[in-house]
């Protein structure tokens, strides 16, 4: 192919639910600023690059490209937030090949979201290498590429409790903690996806994720025996810190008006909102411990809490529907973290010091849930799994107010510090952040 000039043109493919996007651009700016020589296509739908190509924002050798999004005509988004996603899987991976011939461009290297096994196929028809980035933890990787190996040794649909002994790191772990279609819910399209993932990864040229090595250093050596080139190089937010415009509610302010650690902050990420009774038990706990709360809110608040909780606790809560969520958790005001345990709301607690209280929902959030309990020890799942008035309030105190919750605070403070030293200039995020730039710098 005759080329105008030495540009090299790299494709990116994104995965427009939930927080997977946003961390793959932030990614890709950092490797277009180390390499000017390069130009990137970040495909995605064009409702998720909207929301995240804004003006001014330095994308600068970064084209936006639509793909797809396979919803029906006429669809309206209704009360299940995984319906669009199951859309966009019929339409996948066409959706990507038709909007990659289009742009009529050869590309130079494909780095992907770790869910699109089909980009090997890609890569190998352009014969170019695959990078897939994996934007949750190491254990969920684990879960993945081991998939049928934990089929083979405890089979499927089979007790809850049983602990996984045979891998690695997870003897604390129960079957019922690994992520949703490993053992469990296997039929579905999106349990088909992350199986075939965790088979194709092995044979990527190399495989980015959102973490640092010394969070779980046996797990992190499991993977390096199963995959080429794994490039920890989180947590990302620290090179790459969202816009600081957007504390429009004023909370880093009222966070400044607290003690340190007396704040319990409530966030469950862009996907969920709890189911109501759960809420209006949260809002009852919060409420009978006067406990100060800050809350992140998705959602109707007045049709969604009891009735007059709000006038009741302006005092003490402040609620609205965003916050800058990587500094309200480095705020020292901040004493527990309320959270679904998303990959991204664990990072940013560890960065801020913060326990946590966790309420998983779905995906692999039950597993970074049972990590932080029995493996990490810096927080606790909440009683039954479900937002109970005495189980939230239980769960408040220890944190809060007893002794075992400084120790908490102590443990996570010890992983903060790895977390900062992984990304500082010598550290091992670093590294591998240099390496992955010098391996796409030769493409
Ligand atoms: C999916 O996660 P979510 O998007 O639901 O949740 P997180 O990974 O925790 O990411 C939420 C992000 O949104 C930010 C917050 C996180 O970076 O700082 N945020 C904010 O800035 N302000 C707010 O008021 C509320 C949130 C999925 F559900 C998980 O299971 C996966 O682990 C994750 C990564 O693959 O994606």
Redo the contacts with the bound molecule.
Sequence with gaps: VHRENAQKHIAVFAFPF???A??LLALVQKLSESAPDFNFSFFNTAQSNQSMFTKGNGFERIEPRSVENGLPEGFRIGRNPHEPVEYFLKATPGNYRSAVAESGLTFDGLITDAFYWFAKEMAEEMRVPWVPYF???PR?LLAHVDTDNIRARIGINGPEDETLEFLPGFSAIRSGDLPEGTVSGVDSPFATLLQKMGQMLPHASAVAMNSFEEIDPIVVQALKSRLPNLLNIGPF?LKCP?PSSSDIHGCLEWLDQHPTSSVTYI??????TPPPHELKALAEALEECEFPFLW?FRGNVEEMLPEGFLERTKEKGLIV??????KVLAHPSVGVFV????????N?SIIGGVPMICRA?????KL?QRTVEAVWEFGVAIEGGKFTKNGAMEALKLILSSEKGKLMREKIGVLKKLAFEAMDTDGSSTANFNFLMEFITKL
Aim: with cysteine.
């Design positions: 939930a927080t997977h946003v961390p934007t949750a933890g969920a937010i969202p966030s469950f990420g862009s996907v969920i992140s529907p965003w916050v800058p969520q990587l959270t679904h345990c998303g990959w991204n709301s664990v940013e929902f779905f995906g692999e959030q970074n």
